[in-house]
T-cell receptor, first 112, second 117 residues
Framework: KNEVEQSPQNLTAQEGEFITINCSYS?????LHWLQQHPGGGIVSLFM???GKKKHGRLIATINIQEKHSSLHITASHPRDSAVYIC??????????????FGQGTRLTINP | EAGVTQFPSHSVIEKGQTVTLRCDPI?????LYWYRRVMGKEIKFLLH????????ESGMPNNRFLAERTGGTYSTLKVQPAELEDSGVYFC???????????????FGPGTRLTVL
């Protein structure tokens, strides 16, 4: 079992829908990252968070450290949001803090 | 400011050949990471440089892989000899070091797609 699990693996929705992607992890972390990869494109960092909630435009990321769970929400989804969304965690300092451990990604498709 | 760059963007080689991938981190970033995604799997860590030193190479799959970062600037990842299972996308990332701060945002390059036939 991977240390970082995402769900769902694939998600198709209509434009305008509210999207939620979930990430659960089983290790102690110092930070959690949400990343985005468009088809054929590089990886872009969306959020880095260690507690609470962050918002950027239509994107919201939350994390519950006690439950080892994070969610990425997209409000008013748009076809240009179609991409692979990846959750990655940064381990605590004694466990090799700098490297990231990745989930398998969620492929999101937003239809017009 | 230029981001992380990688060369080549694609490489197709035959089994047994040698390939060298290059990564140029963001200027001033001491930390450089190599990651790999093989088909159908999650991205996995290969190794981490701090300047020219290997801080963590626990993810290197075997001794066919050699990473260097001479002078603490760009890095190369050589695969010799390449095997079929080495096919995948190799990503490089870099980050700053902030004294007393355990983590910094990593900036990713576009990746090199390696196909071993």
């Amino acid at each position: 079992k991977n240390e970082v699990e995402q769900s769902p693996q694939n998600l198709t929705a209509q434009e305008g829908e509210f999207i939620t992607i979930n990430c659960s992890y089983s290790v102690g972390i110092s930070a959690l990252h949400w990343l985005q990869q468009h088809p054929g494109g590089g990886i872009v960092s969306l959020f880095m968070l260690s507690s609470g909630k962050k918002k950027h435009g239509r994107l919201i990321a939350t994390i519950n450290i006690q439950e080892k769970h994070s969610s990425l929400h997209i409000t008013a989804s748009h076809p240009r949001d179609s991409a692979v969304y990846i959750c990655a965690v940064q381990l605590r300092p004694l466990q090799g803090a700098q490297k990231l451990v990745f989930g398998q990604g969620t492929r999101l498709t937003i239809n017009p | 400011e230029a981001g992380v760059t990688q060369f080549p963007s694609h490489s197709v080689i035959e089994k047994g050949q040698t390939v060298t991938l290059r990564c140029d981190p963001i200027s001033g970033h001491d930390n450089l990471y190599w990651y790999r995604r093989v088909m159908g799997k999650e991205i996995k860590f290969l190794l981490h440089f701090v300047k020219e030193s290997k801080q963590d190479e626990s993810g290197m799959p075997n001794n066919r892989f050699l990473a260097e970062r001479t002078g603490g600037t760009y890095s190369t990842l050589k695969v010799q000899p390449a095997e079929l299972e080495d096919s995948g996308v190799y990503f490089c990332a870099s980050s700053q070091t902030t004294p007393g701060w355990p983590y910094n945002e990593q900036f990713f390059g576009p990746g090199t797609r390696l196909t071993v036939l």
